[in-house]
Nanobody, 126 residues
């Protein structure tokens, strides 16, 4: 089993920045896909950013140029740096990991992921 714990959410004004962290523990797999997803009220959970099993990063069009995903393997921690935040970025943000290798095609697809954190709330006011 893998445990994922997110932190770093909060309330900011439009144009502000936040950095989310996700600490992974347990039976982590070195070639996992790791991703950030978000779910706004009344909407489906969507992929925001991911690192695939080959180490390539992928972003949803809505966050390209504003968000950066990274990971510190030594600390087993995944990060999401969010800049130029907009009110439409308001959502619960979840960290996720796969059990197995996953390619770029699947890295932003919710069904690819096996493990999920509890989420951290991000609220952006205008």
């Amino acid at each position: 089993q893998v445990q994922l714990v997110e932190s770093g959410g909060g309330s900011v004004q439009s144009g502000g920045s936040l950095r989310l962290s996700c600490a992974a523990s347990g039976a982590t797999y070195s070639r996992s896909c790791m991703g950030w997803f978000r779910q706004a009220a009344g909407k489906e959970r969507e992929g925001v950013a991911a690192i695939d099993s080959d180490g390539r990063t992928h972003y949803a069009d809505s966050v390209k140029g504003r968000f950066t995903i990274s990971q510190d393997n030594a600390k087993n921690t995944l990060y999401l740096q969010m800049n130029s935040l907009k009110p439409e970025d308001t959502a619960m943000y979840y960290c996720a990991a796969t059990k197995y290798y996953c390619s770029s095609w699947y890295s932003l697809i919710k069904a690819t992921y096996n493990y999920w954190g509890q989420g951290t709330q991000v609220s952006v006011s205008s």
